[in-house]
């Protein structure tokens, strides 16, 4: 297939996730499209949080974050999470969430796949830090993690 040199500022399809905090004691979620899962044994994923971001420094401290895949039905308060800092506005109300067993990794009870993580790398990049995390909790919804059509968006 013929090719066409393009822009250097390329991405591949991704999903996205929210990714869970706690601010001053509160739960903050900023929504992320760069994860990935980047360890088997033990699993591990990893998220890249712009510096301009809250979340970065707020994770550091806790040492923990979750990962949770919101549906379609969950559109706008994934977009909200995405362009509002909690610099700004709390964001702690916008969704029902429950603890693991880790303090700082809210977890969204509406995600039919959430994920608890312990913070145990981070690399500095020049805009981002690539926040590693173990996964120490993995929960899905009742009847599989997409059931009862729920979809991915
Ligand atoms: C679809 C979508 C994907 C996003 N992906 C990322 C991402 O991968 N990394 C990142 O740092 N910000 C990403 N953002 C932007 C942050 O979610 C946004 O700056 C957020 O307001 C930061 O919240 P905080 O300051 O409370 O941490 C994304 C936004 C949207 C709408």
Redesign the pocket.
Known sequence: MKKTRITTNVFLP?P?VIVG?EIRGRP????????SRVNTDPPMIA????R?????K?SRRTGAFSINLPTAAMVKE??Y???????YTD?SNIFDHFQGTLTGAPMILNCPLVMECRLVDTMELPT?LLFIGEIIGGYASEGGALSGGADRI
């Open positions: 991704m996205v905090t903050n979620f900023l929504t992320a499209g760069w994860v998220v890249s949080i712009s301009a971001n809250a979340t970065p707020v994934t977009d999470c995405g362009l509002v800092s909690c610099r964001k981002h």
